[in-house]
């Protein structure tokens, strides 16, 4: 049947998230050249629209190419069971990016009320395996784009899992710049995860380096150095001040 393209709305579970333009390109010239061969396929929607369930890209082009018609088949069944039966699909069969499996999980937990266990169930997987690829998306949207436009695997993903969020900016974008192999990204991953340690180790030590200064300042004061120190406790910091004569220069008062 014909549906009018402004009838077709967006599957609320569609798989692919990221689009090569290149591709939709393409597929405009050949729709342009010889139509749409192989029809979308919908189901019927409640509200009287038409839920899309296979051929988003052919839909963006036609769209692309002022079509106010497409060719559809029209699947007669539960709606919801049809958006999810083609998510599992997607899933198995399509080369979906590791961001588009993370999101099609969570996408499916929470449209159909699951809990990960559950949803394991459905389709037939480990729980740990679908907590491990949901976990991909505290990475910020930015950074996944940037993973997938440079063609970086999965395991430089979970690499930048282990930093907080500015810290993944600049370890991605030493990997990118600097074309770091796995084995590179993970000892730059190291260093700086090493160096955020002793950051840490420093101010945890705080009370050491302040007697350590204590203890300088009164042995200056115990010497022959006529120094002036002056220790200040004030609200959220420790303020000195430290007056040391040149050489034969008295300290004035």
């Known amino acids: 049947m014909l ?14 998230l990221y689009y090569n333009d290149a591709h939709i390109d393409d597929l405009i010239r050949s729709i342009e050249t010889s139509g749409i061969v192989e029809p979308l396929t919908v189901c019927a929607s409640s509200g009287g629209d038409y839920i899309l369930i296979s051929g988003e890209r052919r839909l963006r082009a036609a769209k ?11 699947i007669e069944s539960d ?3 049809s958006v999810f039966t083609n998510l ?10 590791f961001f588009e499996v993370a999101m ?18 459905r389709l037939g997987l480990n729980p740990a395996e679908i907590l491990e ?20 695997s999965e395991n430089y993903a979970k690499l930048l899992l282990r930093h907080r969020d500015e810290d993944q900016e600049l370890l991605l974008s030493e990997i990118i710049e600097e074309h770091l192999s796995l084995r590179e990204a993970r000892e730059r991953s190291a260093e700086l995860r090493a160096g955020k340690a ?10 050491v380096f302040l007697n350590s200064l204590d203890r ?16 200040t406790d004030a609200d959220g910091y420790v303020q000195y001040f430290i007056r040391i004569p040149k050489a034969g220069e008295p300290v004035s008062g």
């Open 3 to 16: 549906v009018p393209v402004r009838a077709i709305v967006e599957n609320p579970l569609r798989a692919r």
């Open 64 to 74: 692309a190419l002022g079509y106010d018609f497409v060719p559809c088949v029209l």
């Open 79 to 81: 709606a919801e069971q």
């Open 88 to 97: 599992s699909t997607h899933l198995t069969h399509d080369p979906l990016s």
């Open 104 to 121: 099609c999980y969570e996408k499916l937990r929470d449209y159909f009320g699951l809990t990960y266990e559950e949803t394991a169930v």
């Open 133 to 152: 690829k949901v976990r991909l998306l505290q990475i910020p949207p930015k950074l996944r784009r940037l993973i997938l436009e440079h063609s970086l």
């Open 198 to 207: 002793k950051t840490r180790t420093f101010y945890k030590d705080i009370t």
């Open 216 to 231: 300088v300042c009164d042995a200056m004061c115990r010497s022959d150095v006529a120094a002036e120190v002056e220790k």
